[in-house]
C-alpha cells in the first residue's frame, strides 16, 4: 500500500508565493514519476508539472517561468514552489506518484487527498 500525502496549501495574495509538499511512503520498490495536478470547480483535472525518474520536469504552459517542481529521491517527496500567483491558480491541487511495489510488478498511479489553494485578487 502507497500513501500519497500533500501539504502546504493556502491563501494567498496575487504576486504572492506557496510551497507545495507531497511525500509518497508505503511498501514502494522503486518511484518513476511524481507530478502536480490541479482542479477547479467545473473543469477537469489538469497537469501542471512533473518530474520524470532522470530529472526531466515538463510544465503547462500558464505555469512556465513561475512554478518549479523538484523532488528529493532519498525521502519520496516532490515540491512544487509557486510564485507570482494569479487568481486563475485557485484550485485543489494533488499530487501523483506513480510506483513500482515489486521489482517485476506493473506501475501503478497514486494520487493524494489534495490540498486548496485559493488566490485572492
Known amino acids: 500500500q502507497v500513501q500519497v500525502v500533500e501539504s502546504g496549501g493556502g491563501l494567498v495574495q496575487a504576486g504572492g508565493s506557496l510551497r507545495l509538499s507531497c511525500v509518497a511512503s508505503?511498501?514502494?520498490?522503486?518511484?518513476?514519476?511524481m507530478g502536480w495536478w490541479r482542479q477547479s470547480p467545473g473543469k477537469q483535472r489538469e497537469l501542471v508539472a512533473r518530474i520524470i525518474d532522470g530529472g526531466s520536469t515538463n510544465y503547462a504552459d500558464d505555469v512556465k517561468g513561475r512554478f518549479t517542481i523538484s523532488k528529493n529521491n532519498t525521502q519520496n517527496t516532490v515540491y512544487l514552489q509557486m510564485s507570482s500567483l494569479k487568481p486563475e491558480d485557485t484550485a485543489v491541487y494533488y499530487c501523483?506518484?506513480?510506483?513500482?511495489?515489486?521489482?517485476?510488478?506493473?506501475?501503478?498511479?497514486?494520487w493524494g487527498q489534495g490540498t486548496q489553494v485559493t488566490v485572492s485578487s
Open positions: 501523483n506518484c506513480d510506483a513500482q511495489l515489486l521489482a517485476t510488478g506493473p506501475t501503478f498511479r497514486y
Open positions: 508505503g511498501s514502494i520498490f522503486s518511484i518513476s514519476n
